[in-house]
């Protein structure tokens, strides 16, 4: 499991649409601006979270960017699994070039990895935006 800038990102803009205010559109420009993101890379992240239904577009004067469902459903794991690894696998080996590895099937690592990668997700599962975001206001405050 590696987790990029575009779950970084993507995490940052989720919490530029939710200041935005419920229903209130933001556009990605703004977004980008607030966050120092490129917007173009904003873009491709944007694609994805919108294949996801993680968001939607709101067309025409004051349109942007909305949630399409309430932050306490949108978990750090459905915006890993939109934007860094759509084909992730529990049961791939922490090495990519395991195709060929002579040891795959006695690799004492491989069930390390495994057990890691399962706990990672059980973390990711349980964070929803709500809490990402709170966090966010709490250190604001400081």
Known sequence: MNITLKTEYALRALQEVIAAGKGKPITRR????N???SEHFLEKIFIDL?????????????GGFILNREPHDITLWDVYHAV???????????????????QREQCGVKNIWFKFSRSLKECMVDITLVEI?????MMSDE
Do not use: F, L, W
Not at 30 to 33: C, V
Not at 88 to 99: G, I, L, P, V
């Open 133 to 137: 975001t709170m966090k966010r206001r």
């Open 35 to 37: 966050q120092g993101i």
């Open 84 to 102: 860094d690894d759509p084909d992730y696998r529990e049961d791939r080996c922490y090495h990519k070039t395991t195709a060929g590895c002579e």
């Open 30 to 33: 703004q977004i980008a601006k």
């Open 50 to 62: 919108q294949k996801n239904r993680i968001i939607k577009s709101v067309r025409g004067p004051g």
